[in-house]
């Protein structure tokens, strides 16, 4: 779908904030402010509303000879979609005696966030977020707003302190007293009370684990949940939680806006294992590497104190390896670190029991990570167990770091008939259970901070996370694509100079599902040139 821009003025010179190109793409158009045109240097871009969540793609309309350099807008949706004549109210901090002294208070409508900044001469300027912070005008008052916090899944550290950031921000930079936190995840909605949120409430949960509002999986009923928001006169919804978790925030959105209700509907992605798309990392996953040391060192102290000792380490990891990864790197205590986006085989030339025994001549010990996802089709085969799923529909992991476990012990009491001393150590529960450190505390204030801006800014239907150490605001169909380890990039390349593992990347083997068409390509490229 097209849509003409009217430029005003004389023809327009290339801005660093948005581009005067013939192929300027929007993926969903909005008006940052009702009625007023977008200034991008002497570029002026009148609004024309187009079709809802349809993509716009917006060109010039005076037929200037113009290079397509590919500036591309992720753009998230605003209330004035769906309602136009909201009414606009000065932003409160310009009153603020913390912002008095600031430069700049206030976000440009025009300031965007690159997602890719490695970029080459000529090439396309690519996708584009709108920046998070406060805007000079927002659309609530002080007064009108009653907001809600809900948390939902499973637990990772740092929740307690968006929770806190988030009453806090809203208090102490909007002057919003009127804030509720819905116990035990989506279906607290329904099914409990809520309970009243202030500054003092909340003041030292940050120093907890867990989540105080309570949380659990699944009950999602997206009529009951926007029922119970117009029948207590929410206006602002801040919703914690993984990549189902956000799914849910999406389809209440929708149902917000068929109902044509003033409600802004504001995600925090949260997931231990930082498999978000886009943003550069999830809260509480430094935290969650830094706890996994303790796990690591704990197991190598066993196995060096023992004759063949051997330490396996399991890890959380569903679908993505970035916590094993990370702690095995910052570890440099393991020697062999095994993901779900990796396979690996046990037997044979270069398979895994081949590397245990090379390292147990060397070193008399060894220790193996393992991400709770990996090799899962190896155990479901040797247990022929079916597939099973929770309430947030994630799929029932089996014990891989058991299986393993008893697949070694078996190798080298019946193959090489060796004694071996094995430890196993699953710290998963303990990780995910602590409190959030000093860089994720910070990380989590900013979190909350960027998505109360976003709400007061008429902002709904989004995520917040850093793109380029830059907090942006995400529309949430983005972040629902699972991010994980690409086995082509140097991260993983480096893990595998530190531990000098094999790859486990065998040309005439059949590769699992897990592994991503690009690595295949690398690999069958390989093959044809080894032929």
Not at 109 to 118: C, R, S, T
Not at 330 to 347: G, N, Q
Not at 459 to 481: L, Q
Request: net charge neutral; aromatic share 8%.
């Amino acid at each position: 779908m097209e849509a003409s821009i009217s430029f005003v003025g004389s023809k327009p010179n290339l801005s660093p904030h948005l581009p005067s190109s013939s192929d300027t793409v929007l993926r969903r158009r909005r008006r940052d402010f009702p009625l007023s045109s977008l200034k991008f240097g002497n570029l002026s871009v009148l609004p024309r509303i187009s079709a809802r969540n349809y993509p716009t793609r917006v060109r010039c309309s005076d037929g200037m000879d113009e290079t397509d350099d590919g500036f591309v807008i992720e753009d998230v949706p605003h209330l004035t979609d769906f309602l136009p004549d909201l009414p606009l109210y000065p932003n409160p901090l310009k009153k603020s005696q913390a912002y008095a002294i600031v430069k700049r208070t206030f976000v440009r409508p025009e300031d965007m966030v690159a997602q890719n900044i490695v970029v080459q001469k000529g090439s396309k300027r690519g996708v584009h977020f709108r920046r998070a912070g406060p805007r000079e005008k927002v659309y609530f008052t002080a007064e009108e707003v009653r907001a809600c916090i809900v948390t939902c899944g499973g637990l990772c550290p740092g929740i307690n302190t968006v929770i806190r950031e988030i009453v806090c921000g809203l208090n102490y930079m909007y002057g919003v007293d009127d804030i509720l936190g819905i116990e035990g995840g989506y279906r607290g909605f329904y099914s409990k009370n809520a309970m009243k949120l202030t500054p003092k409430v909340v003041n030292d949960i940050h120093k907890r684990g867990g989540t105080f509002l309570q949380t659990s999986r699944g009950g999602h009923d997206t009529a009951k949940i926007v029922d119970n928001i117009q029948d207590r006169g929410i206006n602002q919804v801040y919703i914690i939680g993984g990549d189902g978790t956000q799914r849910g925030a999406a389809k209440i959105y929708e149902e917000v806006e068929k109902r044509g209700l003033q409600v802004a509907v504001a995600g925090i992605p949260k997931t231990i294992d930082n498999d978000i798309a886009v943003i550069d990392k999830s809260f509480g996953f430094d935290t969650a590497v830094e706890e996994a040391q303790r796990a690591i060192n704990a197991a190598h102290v066993e196995v060096e104190s023992v004759e063949n000792g051997i330490g396996i380490v399991k890890l959380m990891g569903r679908y993505s390896g970035f916590i094993a990864m990370f702690a095995t790197l910052a570890s440099r205590d393991v020697d062999c670190c095994l993901i779900p986006e990796s396979p690996f085989f046990l037997e044979g030339k270069d398979g895994l029991f081949e590397f245990i025994s090379q390292r147990l001549k060397e070193n008399g010990h060894m220790v193996i990570v393992i991400a709770e996802g990996a090799g899962q089709d190896y155990v479901a085969q040797s247990m022929r167990a079916t597939e099973e799923k929770d309430e947030s529909g994630n799929r029932l992991l089996l014990d891989v770091g058991l299986w393993l476990t008893q697949q070694i012990k078996d190798h080298f009491a019946n193959a090489r008939k060796m004694a071996i001393n094995m430890k196993y150590i699953d710290p998963t529960y303990m990780i995910r259970a602590v409190p959030s450190n000093a860089s994720d505390n910070i990380y989590c204030t900013l979190l909350a901070q960027s998505a109360v801006h976003g709400a007061m800014a008429g902002f709904t239907g989004f995520t917040v996370g850093p793109v380029n150490s830059r907090h942006a605001y995400i529309p949430i169909s983005v972040t629902e694509t699972t991010n994980k380890v690409k086995l082509t990039d140097r991260m993983w390349a480096r893990l595998l100079a530190s531990t000098n593992q094999p790859s486990f990347l065998k040309c005439d083997a059949a590769l699992p599902k897990q592994v991503d068409g690009e690595t295949r390509e690398v690999i069958d490229c390989t093959k044809v040139s080894s032929t």
